[in-house]
């Protein structure tokens, strides 16, 4: 098996598969590249694993997108689809179920925890790419994708209790805004990391973070 040959066939399929500004194929390439960053911290990575783990992370992303039930999970049906593309592909099974794990714990509401190291750092890049200066950017792409307000929300108690599923997904993403993203979950990534290198970064990006909310908070309300 030719690895080398089968990242560029796997990269041109997620390239089809995802078409939403803020999960598209240089999100992947963000994250690929933290992942062989974190790497070089840690022991023992298989990078047969990782790296097609990274590249196919958020290949179901636009299906759970569009999908106005709330009921597809994309990590979910990011797993079955990449089994399919994976074997296709030729892969070994071993391989293709420590990949189909990587993908399916990458996502926070799922209760489905990384155990391998390669699960580790697919889901520590995966979470830094939506802190600091990029994930300001994402936040704001999907803000304009789904048409969200630029709006303080008062009470958030009442919002989550009415736009949110029990176990944290968002029913309707238009009622989603910028600052409940970063108030529900993005200040809290740090804490939810497993690699120290994760934390590391993510300290630094939450830092530039927190200063940007609330300098716009400010502003909004119609401080200079």
Known sequence: MNSEINHKRIIEIVKN????SAHNLDHVFRVYNLCLFIAKYEENVDLNVLIPSALLHDIARVKES????????????????????????????????????????????TGNEPTSIEAKILFDSDKLDIIGASGIAR??????????????IQDLNHYLEHNTTENGRIKDVSKHNPFIE???????????????????????????????????????????
Request: proline share 1%; hydrophobic share 35%; charged share 35%.
């Open 139 to 152: 936040t704001f792409m999907l803000a304009g994708q789904f048409g969200q307000r630029l709006e303080i």
């Open 66 to 109: 569009q999908d106005k039930t709330g009921v597809i999970d994309h990590s979910a049906l990011g797993s079955s689809m990449a089994e399919d593309i994976l074997k296709d592909l030729k892969y070994q099974k071993t391989t293709i179920e420590k990949i189909k794990h990587c993908i399916l714990t990458h996502r926070f509401r």
């Open 182 to 224: 970063y108030e529900i979950k993005l200040k809290k990534i740090p804490d939810k990391l497993y690699t120290k290198k994760g934390k590391e970064i993510a300290n630094e990006r939450l830092k530039f973070m927190d200063d940007y909310f609330d300098r716009l908070k400010k502003e909004i309300n119609g401080f200079k």
């Open 17 to 20: 598969n995802l078409t939403c």
